[in-house]
Structures are given as C-alpha cells and as structure tokens.
C-alpha cells in the first residue's frame, strides 16, 4: 500500500464492506480492504439474515445463498435461556435464515474486483484537505494508508468521509 492514494479505502469486509467496495471497484475505483480480522474473516458458528437481506446479497452479489445455509435453515423465533429458570423468546417478524458466515464472506469477497485486501487494527480516520488517511496498525507497527474517499463500515461508526 506503501504511499499511494486509493481512489477509496474501505473499512470492514463485512456484507457492507464488501458490498461498497464491489460497488465502487465496478465502477472503476482502485479500492482498498483493510478489516482487523483479514477478509475472509473466519468465523465459528452462523450468522442469521433476514429475507430481506438475503435478497439483497443474491441482488447485489449474484451468489446462490442456498449453498451457504445451515440447519435450522430458517427461523422464525429466537429462544434465549437467561437462567435455567428463565428465558425469553423473540418473534422475528418475518422469516430467517442461518448461513455459514465464513461461507458467504469468501462468496462475497470473490465477486469483488478489489485491488488490495490488508488485515490491520484501524484507529481512527483523518481528514485533510485533499484525503482522508486512516490510522491504523499492521504487525504491531503504525500504518497509514490514504485515499480520496473511506467508508467505515466496521460497524464501530459506519461512516463515509470524503476528503475536505
């Protein structure tokens, strides 16, 4: 990453990261990845989506979810157990479903044209007049990569700060 500009740094390869920096990298962007946990992240266990966002992932990203769900492969409730005495059930409204999170973030990160993809710790985003820079850590040492626009979609702010 050195000391070029990207057209656009994105924060997080979660489902919103990854689809910002597809979005962006279609349209011709030089768009870097920077996520704490590398992308693909590895995750233990499942993630539950809603119908809703199901459909925009297989919008958006073209992937058959039906490759990624595992068992219970819909919800409807949730039961959580606070005690042995107590626990607490959560209508959700409308239908769920559970997918294999590491599954679909490979998925994911496979149908982006991103340039470069980076594990680093991001601290905090600068703006200048001219770029933004963010300040993160890499290995234990400082790294500062800078673009003209960064959306943070790390889920800490989940902004988009586009240089002054």
């Known amino acids: 990453m050195g000391d070029k500009l990207w057209d656009l740094i994105v924060v997080g390869s979660g ?17 870097a990845l920077l996520d704490r ?3 693909p992240r590895s995750r233990l266990g499942s993630g539950v989506m809603s ?3 199901a459909g ?7 992937l058959d979810l039906s490759e990624m769900l595992i ?16 626990s607490y059930e959560v209508g959700l409204g409308q239908q769920a479903h559970v997918v294999d999170r590491s599954k679909m973030e490979s998925s994911l990160l496979r149908a982006c044209t991103v340039t470069h993809v980076r594990r680093c710790e991001v601290g905090e985003l600068l703006e200048g007049p001219h770029e933004v820079r963010v300040r993160g850590v890499v290995e234990g040492r400082p ?7 960064v959306i943070d979609a790390s889920g ?9």
């Open 15 to 31: 489902p919103a990261g990854l689809a910002a920096a597809r979005a962006a990298g279609e349209r011709g962007l030089d768009v």
């Open 37 to 39: 946990s590398g992308a």
């Open 51 to 53: 119908s809703f966002a």
């Open 56 to 62: 925009l992932v297989t919008d958006l990203f073209g």
């Open 71 to 86: 068992e219970p492969r819909e919800l409807r409730g949730l039961r959580l157990h606070l005690s042995p005495k107590h």
């Open 143 to 149: 790294f500062t990569p800078r673009a003209r626009y």
């Open 156 to 164: 800490r702010e989940s902004v988009g700060l586009p240089a002054r």
